[in-house]
C-alpha cells in the first residue's frame, strides 16, 4: 500500500514540474510571437496564475512579458488570478484539448478553473490573454501550429 501511495505522489510531483516547465517557457514564447505582440500591443496588466499550490506572476508592458516570477512572494500584487490544478492546466496545455478544457471560461464552469480579481483588464484584453496562456500548446510534439 505505501509503495502505491509513493507512486501517486512521484506522478503528481512529475506533473507539476511539467505543468510548471510549460508556464516558465510563457514570457519567451509570448515575447517572441509578433502576431501575440501586435494583438495586445495595449496590454499592459499584472497577473497570477496558480498551478495547483504554486503561483505565477506575470506582469506584462505593451503586449511584452516583462517579468514572471515563481511564488509564493509575499505581496506581490495582480489585478486578477486564474487557479487550477496541475492537471487541468496540463489539459488546457495539449495540442488539441478536449471539449470544456480549450478555454479558461469553459474550465471556469466546469470549476477546474477559478478566475478572480478585477476583470476589466481581463476582459479588455481576453484575446490576448487567452492566447498568451495558451502558447505552451505549441511546444507538444507533432503540434502543427
Known amino acids: 500500500m505505501s509503495s502505491q501511495n509513493s507512486t501517486v505522489t512521484t506522478a503528481d510531483a512529475?506533473?507539476?514540474r511539467n505543468a510548471g516547465t510549460l508556464a516558465e517557457k510563457i514570457?519567451?514564447?509570448v515575447n517572441g510571437n509578433p502576431a501575440l505582440q501586435v494583438r495586445g500591443r495595449?496590454?499592459?496588466?499584472?497577473m497570477m496564475i496558480e498551478i495547483?499550490?504554486?503561483p505565477y506572476y506575470i506582469s506584462v508592458v505593451d503586449s511584452r512579458i516583462a517579468q514572471m516570477d515563481r511564488g509564493p512572494?509575499?505581496?506581490?500584487s495582480w489585478s486578477f488570478a486564474i487557479r487550477g490544478a496541475e492537471s487541468a492546466w496540463l489539459t488546457f496545455w495539449q495540442p488539441l484539448p478536449p471539449p470544456h478544457?480549450?478555454?479558461?471560461f469553459a474550465l471556469a464552469k466546469r470549476g477546474d478553473f477559478r478566475i478572480e480579481g478585477d476583470m476589466r483588464?481581463?476582459?479588455t484584453h481576453l484575446l490576448?490573454?487567452?492566447d498568451m496562456l495558451a502558447a505552451p500548446r505549441t511546444l507538444a510534439e507533432g503540434n502543427a501550429r
Open 101 to 104: 478544457f480549450h478555454d479558461i
Open 52 to 54: 495547483g499550490a504554486v
Open 27 to 29: 514570457p519567451d514564447l
Open 42 to 46: 495595449y496590454a499592459t496588466f499584472a
Open 73 to 76: 512572494l509575499i505581496m506581490r
Open 14 to 16: 512529475a506533473a507539476q
Open 121 to 123: 483588464p481581463l476582459l
Open 128 to 130: 490576448f490573454i487567452k
